[in-house]
């Protein structure tokens, strides 16, 4: 499985942003997507996720209220709005995905970086 993430950029505090990851390969099934962020200097962490089949969502308490995250079974492509995006938003996200299992992520994106400015 490959994942293409997308929609990184640079963007002022207040603006938006929107990201999307692309999963494609052979003979696969998806049981859920995700979110992840890895600020300079810090581990990785979760931002959101989405499951396949119900579209159950999860969130960060830091991206509560303003990601919201969304999928497209069809092209088997999931994306991030971010919105009132915050300096400490800055971050390389990587987009995530469940297939081998649905208890974990397995397949990881290149990231894409995100830069918002004071």
């Known amino acids: 499985v490959q994942l293409q993430a997308s929609g990184g950029g640079l963007v002022q505090a207040g603006g938006s942003l929107r990201l999307s990851c692309a999963a494609s390969g052979r003979s696969f099934s998806i049981y859920g997507m995700g979110w992840f962020r890895q600020a300079p200097g810090q581990e990785r962490e979760f931002v959101a996720g989405i499951s396949w089949a119900g579209g159950s969502i999860s969130y960060a308490d830091s991206v509560l209220g303003r990601f919201t995250i969304s999928r497209d079974n069809a092209k088997n492509t999931v994306y991030l709005q971010m919105n009132n995006l915050k300096p400490d938003d800055t971050a390389v996200y990587y987009c995530?995905?469940?297939?081998?299992?649905?208890?974990?992520?397995?397949?990881w994106g290149q990231g894409t970086l995100v830069t918002v400015s004071s």
């Open positions: 995530a995905s469940k297939t081998g299992s649905p208890r974990r992520y397995d397949h």
